[in-house]
């Protein structure tokens, strides 16, 4: 890791916006939507020139949530901030078929039509990243639960691909979605 590598800045910059961006989400705070865009944009870049292709098209996904997250997160359905609820018991089938058929559809074009690394862990975190950040987009209690499968699947794809300081930063992830998860229990908690 050199400190004078722009390569490395700009994964610093990235793993800085997207770690005060999940801070904030934890922290049930809106300002996570607008970092989360200025992170996307930085991590396309990373992820590009890793060929962690699937991580690329994530990050454009990121960002257009992220505008429609922090209006959400603003607004609400019906001009008042959402609550924290939970996802209901039947949405988990499909969205669990959803997920494997995508990981194996994306999987596959990765693995056929391009030189990236683990494909279908690739489309695996892809997959899942989306249906996350839609959940927390929702503020389903659930988001995190998905947010740390995703950084368990994340922590060894990235310190493969040579991407050290991020798969560190996914470990504090990871420790990040526990402290959350019991934070948004919380504040349902008080809400009810």
């Known amino acids: 890791?050199?400190?004078?590598?722009?390569?490395?800045?700009?994964?610093?910059?990235?793993?800085?916006?997207?770690?005060a961006s999940i801070l904030l989400a934890g922290r049930n705070?809106?300002?996570?939507?607008?970092m989360s865009i200025i992170a996307g944009l930085l991590f396309a870049l990373v992820f590009l020139q890793a060929r962690l292709y699937g991580q690329?098209?994530?990050q454009g996904f990121f960002i257009g949530v992220g505008a429609l997250g922090w209006w959400q997160w603003l607004r609400g359905d019906h001009g008042a901030p959402l609550p924290i609820t939970r996802m209901p018991k039947r949405a988990w089938p499909w969205l669990a078929a959803l997920v494997v058929a995508g990981t194996w559809g994306y999987g596959w074009m990765l693995a056929r039509h391009t030189d990236g690394?683990?494909?279908?862990?690739?489309a695996a975190i892809l997959l899942?990243?989306?249906?996350?950040?839609?959940?927390?987009?929702?503020?389903?209690?659930?988001?995190?639960?998905?947010?740390?499968?995703?950084?368990?699947?994340?922590?060894?794809?990235?310190?493969?691909?040579?991407?050290?300081?991020?798969a560190l930063?996914?470990?504090?992830?990871?420790?990040?979605?526990?402290?959350?998860?019991?934070?948004w229990r919380q504040v349902m908690a008080v809400a009810r």
């Not at 890791?1 to 770690?19: C, G, K, R, W, Y």
């Not at 705070?29 to 607008?34: A, D, E, I, K, P």
């Open 169 to 183: 930063l996914y470990v504090g992830y990871w420790i990040n979605a526990v402290v959350a998860l019991r934070h």
């Open 1 to 19: 890791m050199d400190l004078s590598d722009p390569t490395f800045q700009l994964e610093i910059a990235a793993n800085v916006a997207a770690a």
């Open 128 to 166: 899942l990243s989306m249906v996350g950040q839609l959940m927390m987009m929702r503020r389903k209690l659930e988001s995190w639960w998905v947010w740390l499968l995703v950084n368990t699947l994340a922590v060894p794809l990235y310190y493969g691909g040579g991407l050290q300081l991020t």
């Open 56 to 58: 690329v098209a994530l």
């Open 117 to 122: 690394q683990a494909p279908y862990v690739d």
């Open 29 to 34: 705070s809106v300002h996570g939507w607008w």
